[in-house]
């Protein structure tokens, strides 16, 4: 009787296959760990680390990297599970103990990788069908993958070796032309994915963005919105006529400024895009007043750090720390308007951060506070 | 056992176990018993379902005395239609807010679909002429 694997027949099922799709998986866990990384701690950033304003697109180009790459992952996934699936079922299912140690070890590779393209997707599809944190899962199991990965790399190095930089042996021509024509399939699933998707971020490709979760000329004043104000429960309290911005803690002068007295000070334009986690991003052009110009006023050390608050009463991201490279910059505003017409109750009326290489969510919209401290 | 492959061990499980002990320590964000039905439900339905149905297709479309233009459209197929599915099912969709899924998906993938659908034919088209004149 043949054993299960030996049923698979299929010359893909092949070392020189795995190798090739392992050495490209390789590379994107790494470039979506990496980005993952920066992510996570450009969100939370321990009190020693102190990230640079610039350059301006950083975020957006790290975040459209993770989750675009991450799609294009999807594909390379499937088709090296497949090519290894008779190892699966492979007899005796454990020859010693390191091999089981091994087996465990894939168990978690394999399941670590589902985990964080598969939910990854539901997530920017805004399907939550769990019961976790997606930020704190995504975020843990990543070390599980990618160390997962790194032991699997070192075990398997020296197949890769083998198939791709010191193989000798002359592969016969049908059998190159059938792994050609596997790789090219899976290379092409790949690229239309990103073909699809990746416009909600690249601009130019918008119109052929036929897949992705957002649009980026899609929204109030043609700019996608993450967090609604009926969702933030401000739709009332931002059209209090009582409204003050106030700058307060560690300064010279204290302020309260109400809308028109903001509206008095000196404007400034700048051009700089929302830039999402999820992947997409959108540009606008956002006039307002200059956060290191109201820090001038209020008498504000240089090295202050400070708290925009909104108006909402709760929710993870109501406020959000602006450390001194990212106040200093004059690209940072609080901003008043976009394109020139107030901003949407939806984009942060009456006021709203807007600052360069900086995640969305802390880009912190109905801003009622500046806390210095 | 080299002191490369010792150093690649020790960073693996490093992570691991670092991974594994921050999804217990914030066990009430990551919710330990629902994040391992996932994990083990997603290694399941890939393993248990997935795999055999491409299986499956795999060893009808072998019949075909051409098989590898429909094996590869099917196959970019598939890949798109799952990267779509969570979108065309919009579960996502919120009336506060239409930038969140604002496209129409299921006829965007009917598009993609029908562009591969298009290019399969061709290729299977152009290759029985070739053949028939060479």
Known sequence: ?373 | MNASRLLGYGLGGGLIAAGFAGLVVDAGLTDPLGWALWFGGLIAAHDGVLVPLVLLTGVAVGRLRRPFPVRAGLTVAAVLSLVALPMVAGIGRRADNPSLLPLDYGRNLLVVLGLIALVTALTVIAGRLRRRRG
């Not at chain 1, 020189?16 to 050495?23: I, K, Q, W």
């Not at chain 1, 110009?293 to 929710?315: N, Q, R, W």
């Open chain 1, 1 to 373: 009787m043949r054993s299960v694997p030996g049923r698979f027949t299929s010359g893909l099922h092949s070392e020189g296959v795995a190798a090739r799709l392992g050495l490209w998986l390789g590379i994107s866990f790494t470039v979506a760990f990496v980005t993952g990384l920066f992510s996570h701690f450009m969100q939370h950033p321990p009190t020693w680390l102190t990230w640079p304003s610039r350059p301006v697109n950083l975020y957006r180009v790290t975040q459209g990297l993770h989750v675009i790459g991450g799609l294009a992952t999807i594909p390379l996934l499937f088709a090296k599970l497949w090519t290894v699936y008779p190892k699966l079922w492979q007899w005796p299912p454990f020859r010693s103990v390191s091999h089981a140690v091994e087996r465990a070890l894939v168990l978690i590779l394999v399941g670590g990788a589902l985990f964080q393209t598969i939910t990854g997707l539901l997530n920017i599809s805004y399907a939550y069908l769990w019961p976790f944190s997606f930020p704190a899962a995504h975020y843990w199991t990543a070390y599980l993958l990618y160390g997962a990965l790194v032991i699997h790399v070192v075990n398997e190095w020296a197949k890769i070796r083998r198939q791709l930089w010191t193989k000798e042996q002359v592969e016969p021509p049908n059998e190159v032309a059938a792994r050609r024509r596997f790789l090219g399939t899976v290379a092409a699933a790949s690229g239309l994915t990103v073909l699809f998707t990746v416009g909600e971020t690249v601009r130019p490709l918008s119109g052929l963005a036929l897949l992705a979760p957002r649009d980026p000329r899609i929204g109030p004043q043609g700019l996608p919105v993450n967090k609604s104000a009926a969702a933030a429960g401000v739709t009332a309290v931002i059209h209090d006529p009582g409204y003050r911005l106030t700058v307060t803690g560690a300064v010279r002068t204290p302020l309260s400024l109400a809308y028109d007295d903001l509206l008095r000070l000196p404007q400034h334009t700048v051009r700089l895009p929302i830039s999402c986690v999820e992947g997409w991003s959108a540009e606008a052009e956002w006039s307002g007043v200059r956060l290191r110009d109201l820090a001038e006023m209020a008498g504000v050390a240089p090295d202050a750090v400070l708290t925009v608050e909104s108006l909402e009463k709760g929710g993870s991201y109501r406020t959000s720390e602006v450390r001194p490279p990212h106040w200093n910059d004059p690209l940072t505003l609080l901003a008043l308007r976009i394109d020139g017409a107030p901003l949407a109750p939806d984009h942060g009326f009456p006021v709203r951060l807007i600052a360069p290489n900086r995640p969305g969510v802390l880009q912190t919209k109905w801003v009622s506070k500046v806390v210095v401290a």
